[in-house]
């Protein structure tokens, strides 16, 4: 199995181990470690925005002075924007909320659901696909190993992500193969969208800087919008901060020592 591949499949399987802690624990998830874990899924995504998209996206320009900063800052920007017009146009809601989000429609809680968790993933699956794509074209700015460590860190931080998925929904009532299933097709996006990524940046090579900001820019607004507010409400808020201490750490050895 080349890297590439790797690269492409390992954040999906960090979401289905994530997913199979339903068959291992109890009906709920404790609070702390709620906190704390998506405190960790946002430490890693901060990081990986930093050192394994927007520091490439820099050095790919091979220019100085403000123009290295042009595409990074450009892509970024349209990324939060993108992530926001989804954000507003499509309905969904948060496992943990009774309210939906985005425009009213008479869809079911479990669409709305799955529509939640797509807008959360789809960026990961970009930034590992754009990463990936970069290592293949310019290694001399991202090396495979830079973009194998993006993979880690995103299968890592997906581990989690599963376990928030399927855990409420086993409390809510449904079976453990149900939730397992529900939890690990959260993540069918991320490969997919990996895999559509590749496939646009081996045509469009020139724009890649661009996509590498505007990946870092979307998984950003999925942390300050979701996953820190997240942290805060209520109590154990102090353990969903160390938490995302030790996931940003954590991301910016991985990204240092295999990059």
């Known amino acids: 199995m080349n890297g590439l591949t790797i690269g492409i499949l390992l954040p999906f399987l960090g979401t289905t181990l994530g997913a199979a802690c339903v068959f291992l624990m109890k009906k709920s998830m404790a609070a702390l470690l709620q906190k704390t874990l998506t405190g960790f899924a946002a430490g890693v995504m901060v990081a990986a925005s930093v050192w394994s998209l927007l520091i490439p996206s820099i050095e790919m320009t091979g220019k100085e002075g403000i123009m290295s900063v042009v595409p990074a800052t450009v892509g970024f920007l349209v990324g939060i924007l993108f992530l926001l017009f989804l954000d507003v146009i499509i309905p969904h809601q948060h496992i943990d909320s009774d309210a939906s989000e985005g425009p009213k429609s008479h869809l079911s809680k479990t669409t709305k659901l799955v529509f939640a968790v797509t807008l959360h993933n789809l960026p990961e699956g970009m930034a590992v696909g754009v990463a990936l794509a970069a290592a293949l074209d310019h290694s001399s700015y991202l090396t495979m190993a830079g973009a194998i460590a993006l993979s880690v860190g995103i299968a890592i931080q997906n581990f989690p992500e599963g376990a928030i998925v399927s855990m409420p929904l086993r409390s809510a ?9 529900m939890g690990t097709l959260s993540g069918v996006v991320e490969p997919i969208g990996a895999i559509l990524t590749i496939l646009l940046a081996s ?55 295999l990059g």
Do not use: C, R, W
């Open 173 to 181: 009532g449904n079976s453990k193969g149900k939730s397992f299933l």
């Open 203 to 257: 045509f469009i090579v020139p724009i890649l800087p661009y996509l590498l900001a505007f990946a870092a820019g979307a998984m950003m607004y999925v942390v300050v919008e979701e996953l820190i507010p997240e942290t805060q409400e209520g109590t154990h808020s102090n353990m969903g901060t160390i938490g995302f201490a030790i996931g940003f750490l954590l991301m910016m050895i991985l990204d240092v020592l």
